[in-house]
């Protein structure tokens, strides 16, 4: 399960204006701090882009729904954690995904039959 748990507008590159959601998943995770070494608690979170107004988006604000959030690889980038400051690369994103576990991709390889039996 996901919650909706903000929301924000953004601008496209178009210069269109939208509204994204966030959304959190109810997986509690323990992650290890590269610089401290000390364990932190933190759950997956990411941004979706919707179609609605403001006032259908704070409405949203609360609303639990199925699916979860994957960890996707991509290009590196700097991310702060925003409870340390700490200023990190990452080589992944996380995306949502209607699936309660996992990806579809992941879902189809772990249901495909061997090719030869």
Same mark, same amino acid.
């Not at 966030?22 to 919707?50: M, N, P």
């Not at 729904?65 to 590196?76: D, F, L, N």
């Not at 990452?90 to 309660?100: F, G, I």
């Given at each position: 399960?996901?919650? #909706?748990?903000? @929301?924000?507008? $953004?601008?496209?590159?178009?210069?269109?204006? =939208?509204?994204?959601?966030?959304?959190?998943? *109810? *997986?509690?995770?323990? !992650? #290890?701090?590269? +610089?401290?070494? /000390? &364990? @932190?608690?933190?759950? /997956?979170?990411?941004?979706?882009?919707?179609?609605?107004?403001?006032?259908?988006?704070? $409405?949203?604000?609360?609303?639990?729904?199925?699916?979860?959030? #994957?960890?996707?690889?991509?290009?590196? =980038? %700097?991310?702060?954690?925003?409870?340390?400051?700490? !200023?990190?690369? $990452? &080589? &992944? $994103? =996380? *995306? =949502?995904?209607?699936?309660?576990?996992?990806?579809?991709?992941? +879902?189809?390889?772990?249901?495909? %039959?061997?090719?030869?039996?």
């Amino acid at each position: 399960m996901v919650t #909706v748990t903000a @929301y924000q507008e $953004r601008t496209s590159t178009e210069g269109k204006k =939208y509204i994204a959601l966030e959304i959190q998943s *109810d *997986d509690l995770e323990f !992650v #290890v701090s590269k +610089v401290t070494g /000390r &364990h @932190y608690a933190t759950v /997956r979170k990411c941004w979706i882009s919707s179609t609605f107004n403001e006032v259908l988006a704070e $409405r949203m604000l609360g609303k639990e729904m199925q699916g979860s959030i #994957v960890k996707t690889a991509c290009e590196p =980038y %700097e991310f702060t954690i925003p409870e340390t400051g700490e !200023v990190i690369t $990452r &080589h &992944h $994103r =996380y *995306d =949502y995904s209607p699936l309660e576990n996992g990806s579809m991709e992941e +879902v189809v390889l772990q249901n495909q %039959e061997p090719a030869f039996a």
